[in-house]
């Protein structure tokens, strides 16, 4: 639960490669965190990095004043905002940093709107060895109040980031992005073929 007024408590549903480095970095710079993963392996890993762990999501979401995802799947999404919505909690801010279909993401908007719980789509750009330094960029999209409220926690653990404006514009500069990595990847390949052909 909330100790100090000025100092809120950070909430991480999702602790697999992605969320676990973001809790890392925020546990070493001195943040109050409250997670929940429902792998056992990444729960102990987790609570070493000094997450205090809930069994589950609704209890994360009670205790946390932000509530950052990091989730595989758009019905863990689903999912996640059921809780938000049954626990009807005072959130700030629940900020999406996985790469989900934009569809599920616009649904979920919809319904979080009706509760009055700012929602940002703020995919994570970067690999999960560049995510352990703190290398990565967010593509943030959504309530621009929520987005600076939100920017000096993001700053903790992302090197980059860029305000896209509306809700969903984050997602789409990452597959944007996804789409540029993958021609590289082409090319390069397309490349080597050549240069093994030519002798």
């Not at 703190?134 to 959504?142: H, K, L, R, T």
């Amino acid at each position: 639960m909330r100790e100090r007024a000025d100092t809120p408590v950070i909430g991480i549903l999702g602790l697999g490669i992605m969320g676990s480095a973001i809790a890392n970095l925020l546990a070493k710079a001195g943040l109050d965190l409250v997670g929940f993963d429902p792998d056992p392996i990444q729960q102990e890993l987790a609570k070493d990095m000094g997450v205090s762990m809930r069994p589950g999501a609704e209890a994360v979401v009670r205790d946390a004043e932000i509530l950052l995802l990091s989730l595989p799947t758009h019905h863990a999404l689903n999912d996640t905002v059921d809780a938000v919505v049954r626990v009807n909690t005072s959130i700030r801010a629940l900020v999406d940093l996985s790469t989900l279909e934009l569809e599920h993401k616009l649904t979920n908007l919809t319904r979080l709107n009706t509760v009055g719980v700012p929602f940002l789509d703020c995919p994570i750009s970067g690999t999960g060895e560049q995510a352990k330094t703190g290398d990565v960029s967010v593509y943030a999209s959504g309530c621009e109040e929520a987005y600076q409220h939100c920017r000096p926690l993001l700053q903790l653990f992302a090197s980059s980031l860029h305000y896209l404006g509306e809700f969903g514009n984050g997602t789409k500069m990452k597959l944007v992005a996804n789409l540029l990595v993958a021609i590289h990847n082409i090319a390069t390949a397309e490349a080597m073929l050549l240069g093994e052909r030519c002798g």
